[in-house]
């Protein structure tokens, strides 16, 4: 699933739905300008149990940091919320937890989102 005309802005936020598949061991939703510029890269886990993020530029992967609170489960559905804020991004996951990740490029658009891996998605709304 890849959108390269997308138009998120500093104070949107993105609600993806979708069934997370009974054979992967994860899944990621990428955010960014292209697939080797992303501003934020969520990525859970299911063979390490944790929720990885990190950002990527120019196709080079940078410091990733590490949630151990992974409320997904394989098979179920699930809702995802997105928030681009200024200096970071804000995930809710479906259980109230929050992942916060460093605005690190200090995009104020994001133009490309894509979703791989072992997520399928339902709905999505900007």
Same mark, same amino acid.
């Given at each position: 699933?890849?959108?390269?005309?997308?138009?998120?802005?500093?104070?949107?936020?993105?609600?993806? @739905?979708?069934? =997370?598949?009974?054979?992967? $061991?994860? &899944?990621?939703?990428? +955010?960014?300008?292209?697939?080797?510029?992303?501003?934020?890269?969520?990525?859970?886990?299911?063979?390490?149990?944790?929720?990885?993020?990190?950002?990527?530029?120019?196709?080079?992967?940078?410091?990733?940091?590490?949630?151990?609170?992974?409320?997904?489960?394989?098979?179920?559905?699930? @809702?995802?919320? =997105?928030?681009?804020?200024? $200096?970071? &991004?804000?995930?809710? +996951?479906?259980?109230?937890?929050?992942?916060?990740?460093?605005?690190?490029?200090?995009?104020?658009?994001?133009?490309?989102?894509?979703?791989?891996?072992?997520?399928?998605?339902?709905?999505?709304?900007?």
């Amino acid at each position: 699933f890849e959108i390269f005309n997308l138009d998120m802005k500093t104070g949107d936020t993105l609600k993806i @739905k979708g069934k =997370i598949s009974d054979d992967f $061991d994860g &899944f990621s939703i990428n +955010l960014g300008s292209s697939s080797s510029d992303l501003a934020f890269h969520f990525n859970p886990r299911f063979n390490e149990s944790v929720i990885v993020c990190n950002s990527r530029c120019s196709n080079a992967w940078q410091s990733e940091t590490r949630d151990d609170h992974l409320c997904f489960s394989k098979g179920s559905s699930t @809702k995802i919320i =997105i928030e681009m804020l200024e $200096d970071k &991004f804000q995930v809710k +996951l479906p259980d109230g937890h929050e992942v916060e990740f460093p605005n690190r490029h200090s995009y104020d658009k994001i133009r490309y989102m894509s979703v791989k891996g072992g997520f399928r998605v339902t709905s999505f709304k900007l």
